[in-house]
């Protein structure tokens, strides 16, 4: 199988990847990105002044949620019994944005990468969402894959690049 596509059958025909036969691992993942915004919005994040309320914390809940429903959004994704979540958010010290980092973790026959990606993303969206009403040039940028381990394939670390905040 190798390098081979997974979600494909030897006619080209989409499947879900059948995991059965795989051992149960611990399977850990962290991925971070980032929302780029306005000073002055990262000012109001930061005092709680956005009229929609804490943007960290429930962007921080939105995250988990969207963890937990992953299997529901991406079409070939497994529902995978989650053992533990973890979100973060914090305003940059030098730079004018919202960084955000997911782990999440499970015991079971495949990864949670997506789940981690999805954690991300979901809370970068939130952000948005809450700030739009000030801020509307917002970016959302640099969602990737940090780290994972547990598996067949084995561990995965994203090398870090000189003056990059990976």
Do not use: F, N, S, W
């Given at each position: 199988m190798g390098n081979s596509l997974t979600h494909f059958d030897e006619k080209g025909n989409t499947r879900m990847v059948n995991v059965?036969?795989?051992?149960?691992?611990?399977?850990?993942?962290?991925?971070?990105?980032?929302?780029?915004?306005?000073?002055?919005?990262?000012?109001?994040?930061?005092?709680?002044?956005?009229k929609k309320g804490d943007v960290l914390e429930v962007a921080r809940l939105a995250g988990i949620m969207a963890a937990k429903r992953t299997g529901e959004l991406i079409p070939l994704c497994h529902p995978l019994a989650l053992t533990s979540i973890r979100v973060e958010l914090a305003i940059a010290d030098d730079a004018p944005q919202v960084e955000i980092e997911a782990e999440v973790q499970t015991v079971g026959r495949t990864g949670v990468e997506m789940e981690a990606l999805t954690a991300v993303s979901?809370?970068?969206?939130?952000?948005?969402?809450?700030?739009?009403?000030?801020?509307?040039?917002?970016?959302?940028?640099?969602?990737?894959l940090i780290k994972k381990t547990g598996g067949k394939s084995g561990d995965f670390t994203k090398e870090t690049v000189a003056g990059s905040n990976t």
């Open positions: 059965g036969g795989k051992d149960e691992t611990l399977r850990i993942a962290i991925a971070r990105g980032h929302i780029t915004a306005r000073p002055e919005t990262l000012h109001l994040i930061a005092e709680q002044g956005m979901v809370a970068a969206l939130t952000v948005y969402d809450m700030c739009k009403a000030v801020d509307k040039e917002m970016v959302i940028g640099e969602v990737r």
